[in-house]
């Protein structure tokens, strides 16, 4: 049956928009509107033409107006006509195509760095292709027809109900499916809590004294303000929290500066979001990804009516998947899918069905696992070539994430970043990430990303990484 329908399809021929227009009648016009098809390259040299009956009920012109212009166009060498082959467009139509055409040089294009150390990014070549194309084909085969339909905007309830299950049990979260909001990534996230005039979360806000430019970006841009807490080895300075009404944290990881929140502080937060009635935005940004002991839990599970929590297979399989998911306390489900409005517009339905089934059949599990040995195996890389070659450079954050921090002497951030420019290095400094209204020191320091070159680049970024910071050589002591 199936290849009757193609061959069915095969007679009917290439869908095909025309405007017959101008003087000398339909049949003169509809020649005109072919040649010109042709001539401009929208129809390709081989392909089949509909029908005349097809051809002619689309124009609204008898079958014999069609079947008259094609015969003209037959003679002028425009079209070919074959019994059992149909009405094509003739090969010799390319070169009138391309002689009036000439051909567009693409714009040169500026080089980019060599060595690509950004913090933000998974190892893209490192994409579980065959796994995620396995769930791909079953979620599509195991898909209901209303799955073609409008989206729901909570998201498709197989994945809510995985992510429950996986969050749980990876993560220490407590939910149902029900609290589960899908979304395009933690950006997306805070755009719908914190959307102009809704009835989601509104400022002032409180944030760690270093952490994403954008974030803060996007939320100046929804009128929200933002309240710096000065940070130090145990994490955040929760105890500086006042009269905001939510604060956002990393506690897995604190972002950039690396380390965990510390457990009494992840109580004292939990207290203060109780007596404040307020709410704690936990960005769990790379929970997944601890390499000195097994990963620290979410802060959600001590009350999950105190925290929203917000995750994402951004660092964990790709930003390109773009899905996320926030888990909300019950009074905040209603608005966020107020924000989001009544239909899905940002998560393709067909990913979230194929993210349940990596989820549900443990692939995810297995890639995570996989991934965490891979980046554990190159931040001990990174580390011993410092250690070789840099020693004068300390080396923290680094027990957990996909990048770490390397402290500098005050003064010389600017000048190292310049050098490792130099060596095509792309990476950041601590610099970027400060919140400006801070009254916390400023620190100096590159923050390294060590999973976004491939296998086989990676040596090379180090060895990039380790010239340029090399000390200055000291002059040689003038002789007498």
């Not at 003209?72 to 391309?98: C, F, I, K, M, Y």
């Not at 340029?468 to 002789?479: H, I």
Request: aromatic share 6%.
């Amino acid at each position: 049956m199936g290849d009757s329908w193609v061959d069915s399809a095969e007679r009917i021929g290439a869908d095909l928009h025309l405007e017959p227009a101008g003087p000398g009648g339909r049949r003169a016009a509809l020649i005109r509107a072919l040649r010109e098809a042709v001539r401009s390259g929208r129809l390709a040299p081989g392909t089949r033409l509909p029908p005349y009956r097809s051809l002619a009920a689309d124009l609204g012109v008898a079958r014999n107006t069609v079947a008259d212009a094609y015969a003209e166009l037959v003679a002028e060498g425009w079209l070919t006509a074959r019994q059992g082959s149909g009405t094509r467009v003739a090969d010799r139509a390319a070169p009138l195509r391309h002689a009036e055409r000439p051909p567009v040089r693409e714009p040169a294009r500026a080089r980019g760095p060599r060595h690509d150390l950004m913090q933000g990014t998974p190892d893209a070549s490192s994409f579980p292709r065959a796994a995620w194309l396995a769930s791909y084909r079953r979620a599509l085969q195991q898909a209901p027809n209303e799955v073609f339909g409008p989206g729901d905007p909570a998201g498709r309830r197989e994945l809510r109900e995985a992510l429950t299950e996986y969050l749980a049990r990876a993560r220490g979260v407590r939910t149902e499916p029900g609290r589960i909001v899908i979304c395009s990534g933690f950006a997306h996230a805070l755009r719908l809590l914190f959307a102009p005039g809704g009835a989601v979360l509104r400022g002032p806000l409180a944030v760690e004294a270093y952490g994403l430019g954008f974030h803060r970006e996007l939320l100046a841009a929804a009128g929200v303000r933002t309240n710096a807490l000065p940070l130090d080895e145990d994490g955040a300075r929760v105890d500086r929290l006042g009269r905001e009404r939510a604060v956002l944290l990393t506690p897995a990881h604190q972002f950039p500066t690396g380390g965990p929140l510390h457990a009494s502080r992840r109580a004292a937060v939990v207290d203060w979001a109780r007596a404040r009635g307020g709410v704690l935005v936990e960005d769990d940004y790379d929970g997944e990804f601890r390499y000195d002991r097994r990963p620290v839990g979410a802060v959600q599970g001590l009350d999950p009516e105190r925290v929203i929590y917000i995750g994402s297979v951004s660092k964990s399989l790709s930003p390109a998947v773009r899905l996320g998911w926030m888990v909300l306390p019950g009074r905040y489900v209603d608005g966020v899918l107020a924000a989001k409005g009544e239909r899905e517009a940002w998560a393709s339905v067909l990913d979230q069905l194929s993210l349940a089934d990596l989820l549900s059949s443990g692939a995810y599990d297995r890639h995570v696992r996989r991934m965490r040995q891979r980046y554990r195996a190159r931040r001990d890389r990174l580390v011993e070539a410092l250690a070789a070659r840099a020693p004068h450079v300390e080396v923290t954050g680094v027990a957990a994430g996909l990048h770490a921090v390397l402290r500098l002497p005050t003064g010389t951030e600017r000048s190292v970043l310049g050098a490792a420019a130099e060596q095509g290095v792309a990476l950041d400094g601590l610099a970027a990430f400060r919140h400006p209204g801070t009254d916390m020191a400023a620190q100096d320091g590159l923050v390294v990303g060590y999973a976004t070159p491939s296998e086989h680049a990676y040596g090379a970024a180090l060895d990039a990484l380790c010239r340029a910071l090399s000390p200055p050589a000291r002059p040689a002591p003038a002789s007498r």
